[in-house]
């Protein structure tokens, strides 16, 4: 168990629909990490908020938005669903080492379009 | 970006057996990690490993950063080793970028 939470498992869902996703970091991590996992694309960074702001921005949709909340869990919200966005969504939150920061990711939200 | 490469794509093993595989990167790093992705879809953490070797069981990695590899080595494999292995690396202390993973499948 890494101590990140991520909540639903599982959703099905149709096309055009808006769905949130949500993960609680591990107790103390500032950092939060949104990442999807497709077949096709493989697994990929979407954002990244640290403390409540935005840090970091990939290859995220704008149909995809996230926020991070004062008590540091964050969602990731995904609005006018296509059968591509069916994937692997994962979150992870990061510690520092000493010497860089290592991730540690929670067990995936695989959502289904259907 | 950087990119990231590794190598073999597949791998079937034997029980018992021995492997090795490898993480190429294109850039300096800060941050290298090697995963385990069991058949459930967890993403496991093996090492933590931006320079340097460490060992953890049957299991250890090195990273030689000047020339921008790492390995992982899974001695006396067992069939709950297999699933997919990625290497993810970052320069920035932000993002990671995964390689394609290495598939495993050690046969009893």
């Known amino acids: 168990d890494s101590g990140v939470t991520q909540t639903p498992k599982h959703l099905i869902t149709a096309t055009g629909q808006r769905v949130t996703l949500r993960c609680s970091p591990r107790s103390g991590d500032l950092s939060v990490y949104w990442y999807q996992q497709s077949l096709d694309q493989g697994l990929q960074f979407l954002i990244q908020y640290y403390n409540g702001e935005e840090r970091a921005k990939g290859n995220i949709l704008e149909r995809f938005s996230a926020q991070q909340f004062p008590d540091l869990h964050s969602e990731l919200n995904l609005s006018s669903l296509e059968l591509g966005d069916s994937a692997l969504y994962f979150c992870?939150?990061?510690?520092?080492?000493?010497?860089?920061?290592?991730?540690?990711f929670g067990p995936g939200t695989r959502l289904t379009v259907t | 970006g950087i990119q990231v490469e590794q190598s073999p794509p597949d791998l079937i093993l034997q029980e018992g057996a021995n492997s090795t595989l490898r993480c190429n990167f294109s850039d300096s790093v800060n941050n290298l990690q090697w995963f385990h992705q069991n058949p459930w879809g967890q993403l496991i953490n093996l090492f933590y490993?931006?320079?340097g070797t460490k060992q953890n069981g049957r299991l250890s990695a090195t990273t030689v950063a000047t020339e921008r590899y790492s390995l992982l080595y899974i001695s006396s494999s067992q069939t709950t080793d297999s699933g997919v292995y990625f290497c993810a690396v970052s320069a920035s202390g932000s993002r990671l970028t995964f390689g394609e993973g290495t598939q495993l499948t050690v046969n009893p």
């Open positions: 490993i931006p320079s």
């Open positions: 992870a939150s990061s510690v520092h080492t000493g010497t860089g920061y290592e991730q540690y």
